[in-house]
Structure formats: C-alpha cells, structure tokens
C-alpha cells in the first residue's frame, strides 16, 4: 500500500481479521441467513451460478391460470434424409471406456425423447462441461420425430446408447435383480428399475447422475461424490435427507454399492420410494456414522449439497414457482436462480402444464430459449 504509513497498514489488517471473525460468529449466532452463507466466502475462481443473461420484457401484472398442456404428438422431422429412419443405438457395456461423464435415461422403452426431456439433455450437453451419455431401453432411436432428430444430429457433446439391463448387472449386487420375480409383480417396477440402474451405471463408470426433467445452466464437473439435499433450509446443518434425482460418484465409490448390496437383500415391491431417496438418506447416514450434515467426515467421501445448488425449488412448490399465475420479473426469476446450477422441473407435477409463451408465468419459457433451443422450438407447444 504504498504511500501508507506502517502503523495505518497495522491498523487496517486488524480491522480486516476482526471482519472476518464477526462474519463468521454473526453466521454461528445465525444472524446471516442461510443464502449469504452460500455465497460469503465464494472468490473469483469458484464456480459460477445463478443466470448468465439479461432479459428485457414487459410485465403485465396480469393474473393467468395454468392450463393443461395439449396431447403431444410426434412431429415430423424437418432435417431432411438423415432422419428419415431409426438408427440402432451401441450397447452401453459393449463401450471400451466412459470416462466420468452425465449419465441420463430414458426407461419407458420408447424409441424417442419428448421436448422436455430433449431440454434436459441439450442444456447439460451444453452447460455442464460433461459429456452426457442418454441411455435409452430402446434399441433403436426413431430420428423420424423432429425433437429426437434435432438432438442426435446437433453431435452437441451427446452420446446415445441402449441397455441389455441383464448382461449389465451381471457379477454385481444386482445380478438377477431385473429379472425377478419380486420385481416384476410391483406396480412400481419401471420407478424401482430406474432407481436401481442409475446407482448401478455409476457404480460401474462413475459421474454425475441427472433425471430427465432438469434444466442445466451452469457447469456441474466441480461437483465431486455429491448428494443433494431435499429439504430447502438444510444448508450447511441438519438432520441428513437427501434426493435421488440428482448425484455424483467417482467409480466404485462405496455408497452405490452399499445401497445395492440393501436393494438386493431387502427389496419390498410394494414401497414405491423405499429404494429412492429413502434408500439413499439411509446409505448416508450409514456410511457417514451420523445423522447430521454437519458431522459428516471427510472419510466418508461424501460431499452434501443443498437443494438450491442443484434443484433449486422444492417439489411442494415446484408449480407455484415455476409456473407462476402472477408474472415474474426478469429480477424475481434472478432471485431465484442466484445460487443454483441447475433447476428440477418435477415431471410428475409440471408435464401436464402447457409452457405459456411469456417468460413471465413459465420458467420453462425463459431458460428453454437459452439453454436448450434445439429443443424448445423442436415442437409447436413446448
């Protein structure tokens, strides 16, 4: 500091030292909330978050009820003859190697992805900095409808693969698990299959696992062995309750495995979430010896994330937020997404709501054009 005398420059450090002890006792004493907590120690090489654009639109104050989305059809492809019929996908375990990369699936057997579900996997292809690998039950992608196309010749950083779930789980906890008996009287057993492959595909390649319901709009490949918490005020402190619907682990990381090892010995068909979050909060709690984030140790391997880093809303208030009847400014919706990476659209709640064409009442409306623009004007109604 030239120019300053010794004993100012004395003066100012000790004033920055006791700054910086009265931050963190104000945090402790809880008079900084929980968002500042996010952010109060962040510097100029952390990752970023939040929405990287500005947007300038009228709002109308207007009150708009939510409407049902209209039936979706397949839309004809407009590439031209490089779509004109299905293409068979590789089998995902017959790949040399996959290098820690996103992983998403597709288990309903269809041959193609919706809009929505295209959104997802364009946006993490561009945003994420991982290559995504979609893993669809389908052997063959039908490139005759227009969102599927679009998306498998963008060549945006997207592989396409299918899965023979018996020649994948064999010689591991889940060997024979797909073909059973138990598994395939349960009214639940497309959801119990999908909660199963996803731990077992990391298990094998490690990454990060997404649902395919998400919007991406911020890198993820800082997120190492990662599970993200499901109650909004959990930041840093609380009881342990984390989701399914997003992770991270490096390979043959100890959790999938321990969650497989209990899948397999004390699987109940008739649960529907006993091996979804539920299973995951209690392999945590396992493997951490505590029920408390806060006691979590390092040799644990397991890093918690708050939900508003990587869902952002919780599934109780997913439509109000997202789907607002009043209409969000650009700054409410910046607000919102301050501190996230990612948002969770909540499928089983929102795919039934039609995507209004104001940025205003529809999230979807603002970050599809963004973030996943292939996809977004693939189909007349979003």
């Given at each position: ?16 030292c006791?700054a910086?002890?009265?931050l963190v006792?104000?945090y402790m ?7 500042m907590?996010l952010?109060m120690f962040?510097?100029?090489n ?13 709002v ?6 939510t409407t049902?989305?209209k039936e979706?059809?397949q839309?004809?492809?407009s ?8 293409v068979?996908?590789q089998?995902?375990d ?5 290098e820690n990369g ?5 288990t309903?057997?269809?041959?193609t992805?919706?809009?929505r579900?295209a959104?997802?996997?364009e946006s993490?292809a ?9 893993v ?8 005759r409808d227009n ?6 010749m963008?060549?945006n950083?997207?592989?396409f693969?299918t ?10 906890p889940?060997?024979?698990f797909?073909?059973s008996?138990r598994?395939a009287?349960?009214?639940y ?9 996803r731990?077992l595909i990391?298990?094998k ?10 919007v991406?709009f ?13 109650k909004?005020?959990?930041i840093?402190?609380?009881?342990i ?5 997003a992770f ?9 495995l321990?969650a ?8 109940n ?7 979804g ?6 392999c945590?709690?396992?493997?951490a010896?505590?029920?408390?984030v806060e006691n ?8 918690f994330?708050?939900?508003k880093?990587?869902m952002?809303v919780?599934?109780?208030?997913v ?10 400014s ?9 501190y996230?990476s990612a948002v ?9 709501l ?6 205003g009442y529809?999230a979807y ?9 292939l996809?977004?004007?693939s189909?007349?109604?979003?």
């Amino acid at each position: 500091m030239p120019g300053l005398p010794c004993k100012t420059i004395g003066k100012l450090w000790v004033f920055s030292c006791m700054a910086v002890i009265m931050l963190v006792i104000m945090y402790m004493v809880g008079l900084i909330d929980h968002d500042m907590h996010l952010v109060m120690f962040a510097s100029d090489n952390q990752p970023g978050y939040g929405l990287d654009f500005d947007l300038s639109y009228q709002v109308s104050g207007r009150r708009r009820k939510t409407t049902k989305r209209k039936e979706a059809s397949q839309s004809p492809q407009s590439f031209g003859q490089l779509c004109e019929q299905p293409v068979r996908l590789q089998r995902i375990d017959e790949v040399s190697s996959i290098e820690n990369g996103l992983f998403m699936m597709e288990t309903s057997g269809r041959g193609t992805l919706d809009s929505r579900q295209a959104c997802a996997v364009e946006s993490a292809a561009m945003r994420s900095g991982l290559t995504v690998h979609m893993v669809m039950f389908s052997t063959l992608l039908d490139l005759r409808d227009n969102t599927t196309c679009q998306l498998y010749m963008s060549n945006n950083n997207i592989r396409f693969y299918t899965i023979d779930v018996e020649s994948f789980s064999a010689d591991t906890p889940l060997e024979f698990f797909f073909s059973s008996a138990r598994l395939a009287r349960s009214l639940y057993s497309a959801v119990h299959t999908a909660d199963a492959l996803r731990l077992l595909i990391l298990y094998k390649y490690g990454g990060f696992y997404l649902d395919l319901d998400y919007v991406v709009f911020n890198d993820l490949s800082h997120y190492n062995n990662i599970v993200v918490g499901n109650k909004p005020d959990t930041i840093s402190t609380g009881l342990i309750s984390v989701t399914n619907n997003a992770f991270s682990f490096s390979k043959h990381h100890p959790l999938p495995l321990m969650a497989m090892k209990h899948l397999k010995q004390s699987y109940n068909p008739d649960c529907w979430n006993c091996i979804g979050p539920k299973l995951i909060t209690s392999c945590v709690r396992k493997l951490a010896r505590t029920k408390l984030v806060e006691n979590i140790p390092e040799s644990a391997q397991i890093n918690f994330t708050p939900l508003k880093r990587i869902m952002t809303v919780h599934f109780l208030r997913v439509k109000q937020t997202l789907f607002p009847e009043t209409p969000n400014s650009f700054s409410d919706w910046a607000r919102l997404f301050e501190y996230s990476s990612a948002v969770h659209f909540f499928s089983k709640t929102t795919s039934g709501l039609a995507v209004p064409d104001s940025p205003g009442y529809s999230a979807y409306a603002l970050l599809g054009p963004r973030f996943c623009p292939l996809a977004y004007y693939s189909v007349t109604a979003f």
